[in-house]
């Protein structure tokens, strides 16, 4: 599945919370400065005011929690609780999103598509820079 984009998780927040969209970005900014380019994040980072959020999103199902446990050389026991992305709850919104998209189109109202943009790239604007060795 593709990366949790900070617009889509904006939108599924507002959509499942009942919010406003400046509010709603705020919230997904918060998840998003926590996560960045990673599914899940460790429990460990979050403040009293994040978790507080974050169990909000959760009982929402836009995100969710696992627990791994480690033994650790004393022979105790380590508990790990991680947040995840629930990846099908956000890209459904997505979705619902980009139906209404594509009704409006066809009422001559023009609709951003991101995806056209970068498959419209040469593939010779994906290769890495080569530095020369002199």
């Known amino acids: 599945m593709p990366l949790v984009t900070l617009n889509a998780l904006a939108k599924t927040i507002q959509r499942k919370l009942n919010i406003d969209e400046k509010e709603a970005r705020r919230y997904a900014e918060i998840v998003m400065d926590m996560f960045g380019y990673d599914d899940r994040i460790i429990d460990n980072i979050l403040d009293h005011s994040d978790r507080r959020l974050f169990y909000r999103l959760e009982s929402e199902g836009i995100l969710n929690t696992r627990r791994d446990e ?40 023009l609709s951003y598509n991101p995806h056209t943009i970068y498959s419209s790239l040469p593939e010779t604007a994906w290769t890495t820079r080569k530095t020369h060795v002199i």
């Open 70 to 109: 480690a033994l650790l050389c004393d022979g105790t026991n380590w508990r790990i609780r991680y947040w995840e992305f629930q990846k099908n709850a956000i890209f459904s919104s997505e979705t619902k999103t980009k139906g209404r998209r594509i009704r409006m189109k066809n009422r001559n109202v």
